[in-house]
């Protein structure tokens, strides 16, 4: 079946410090590709939206200049937080997108990102 | 009234019982129709996908999707110990539109 890398699945770092997370469809292309953000016990909460080789479209509320997201191509999507704030710790998945539609949505793993 | 409710739990069953899992939602023009698993800091994976209204049977698993009363449920018969974990309904209105998710219920299943 569809299956999405994503690294690191945990990382702490410093407040200041920018931190870049990698999601990868290892064995299919992903034409669009989508972060989410989930806090404890509360729901995913999507991000933003990329497609490959064109710019991200944020959610509202969600800033671009902060998460910053590059699709290079149809396997690797990242997502950059820049300039974390102790605020910014949760649980960021990624999910691919092949050519199924609805039922073809493949999430990672999710990564951890601590600021302290 | 959010999009897609859903009870957070924790619902608690005993191995072998039946779990019945719902969500409400307020969209009328969701059509397409999921639950997903997510064990503690993973990743969800996709259980059961529906579209429309209907029922869809995979092993132990019934999703039933109500269009007219806007309520979908998921059942677990002969619930195992491995079941417990975060279930999420999710939602949307075309095949290639933004899903939305619910809260998630924790479920418990106890040995």
Redesign the interface.
């Known amino acids: 079946g569809a299956v999405v890398s994503q690294h690191p699945s945990r990382v702490i770092c410093k407040s200041g410090t920018s931190v870049k997370i990698e999601c990868r469809s290892l064995d299919f292309q992903a034409t669009t590709m989508f972060w989410y953000r989930q806090f404890p016990k509360q729901s995913l909460m999507l991000m933003a939206t990329s497609n490959e080789g064109s710019k991200a479209t944020y959610e509202q509320g969600v800033e671009k200049d902060k998460f910053l997201i590059n699709h290079a191509s149809l396997t690797l999507s990242t997502l950059t937080v820049t300039s974390a704030h102790p605020e910014d710790s949760s649980f960021y998945i990624c999910s691919a997108r092949g050519v199924q539609g609805a039922s073809g949505y493949t999430f990672g793993s999710g990564t951890r990102l601590t600021v302290v | 009234q959010k999009e897609?409710e859903?009870d957070?739990g924790p619902l608690s069953v005993p191995e072998g019982a039946i779990v019945s899992l719902n969500c409400t939602y307020s969209n009328s023009a969701f059509q397409?129709f999921?639950w997903?698993r997510q064990y503690s800091?993973?990743?969800?994976?996709?259980l059961m996908?529906t579209y429309s209204s209907g029922n869809k049977e995979d092993g132990r698993f019934t999703a039933q999707v109500d269009k007219s009363s806007k309520y979908i449920s998921l059942f677990i018969r002969d619930s195992q110990p491995s079941d417990s974990a975060t279930y999420?309904c999710a939602m949307?209105e075309?095949?290639?539109?933004?899903?939305i998710?619910?809260?998630?219920t924790?479920l418990h299943i106890l040995p």
């Open positions: 897609v859903q957070p397409y999921m997903y800091r993973k990743g969800p994976e996709l996908y999420l949307s075309g095949r290639d539109d933004k899903i998710f619910g809260k998630g924790r």
